[in-house]
């Protein structure tokens, strides 16, 4: 038999299909842990995500009204901030300012979302 059919044949079954869940998630979480540049890679992937993300609502959304430009301000912010918490030794106050920048970046994109559906 060949691995394709078996494979075919184990996922065709729940206990199959469950095993491969099961050995796909040991895969991930191994390759997580016995590599660990990875984890740096996750660690810097937010602030990056939340830079790009702002960068496309300006670029695509920023001339149609002043609340796409406060989103994707917001989230650029929100993306320094957040490096910025990663590099630099905050206090308490300073560093929930830091993590809460993007979550008002979130929610003003999410409206501007809604603004621009609904007009």
Do not use: C
Request: net charge negative; charged share 10%; glycine share 10%.
């Amino acid at each position: 038999m060949n691995t394709v059919r078996y494979a075919d044949r184990l996922a065709d079954h729940l206990l199959g299909r469950l095993a491969i869940l099961v050995v796909g998630i040991a895969v991930l979480v191994g390759g997580m842990v016995l590599y660990p540049p990875f984890g740096t890679v996750v660690w810097w992937a937010f602030p990056t995500m939340f830079v790009l993300f702002g960068v496309k609502e300006l670029y695509f959304h920023g001339a149609d009204s002043t609340l796409s430009v406060v989103a994707g301000s917001l989230f650029v912010l929100g993306g320094i901030s957040r490096a910025l918490y990663q590099l630099v030794p905050m206090d308490e106050f300073t560093g929930t300012v830091a993590n809460l920048v993007p979550l008002f970046g979130v929610f003003a994109m999410m409206y501007a979302q809604h603004y621009r559906e609904n007009e």
